[in-house]
């Protein structure tokens, strides 16, 4: 089994910072590409931002120069740095990890379940 498990979330002021992890484990035998995505009440889910595993990183338009991408795959670990945050960046995030299991030919997409972003003063 696969298991992506985020942390992070929470409650930060207008222009505040948050950073969000997310850890895979399990029996993974490589990892793609990883990102995260968000969903907003009554919005379809969008991607934020995606970071390849030997590339570079791309971005929302919207959080472009506010957040920063990263990974540390040695611990197959992204994380999402956001600064300036606006309130319309609350959503729930989700990662996600496009990986190849142990003994697994083709590459799946794995989803965490979820960390609750809200931006208010």
């Known amino acids: 089994q696969v298991q992506l498990v985020e942390s992070g979330g929470g409650l930060a002021q207008p222009g505040g910072s948050l950073r969000l992890s997310c850890a895979a484990s399990?029996?993974?035998?490589?990892?793609?590409?990883m990102g995260w995505y968000r969903q907003a009440p009554g919005k379809q889910r969008e991607l934020v931002a995606a970071?390849?595993?030997?590339?570079?990183?791309n971005y929302a338009d919207s959080v472009k120069g506010r957040f920063t991408i990263s990974r540390d795959n040695a611990n197959n670990t992204v994380y999402l740095q956001m600064n300036s945050l606006k309130p319309e960046d609350t959503a729930v995030y989700y990662c996600?990890?496009?990986?190849?299991?142990?003994?697994?030919?083709?590459?799946?997409?794995?989803w965490g379940q979820g960390t609750q972003v809200t931006v208010s003063s």
């Open positions: 996600n990890a496009d990986l190849r299991r142990v003994g697994s030919g083709p590459v799946f997409r794995y």
């Open positions: 399990g029996s993974i035998f490589s990892i793609n590409t």
């Open positions: 970071i390849p595993s030997g590339g570079s990183a």
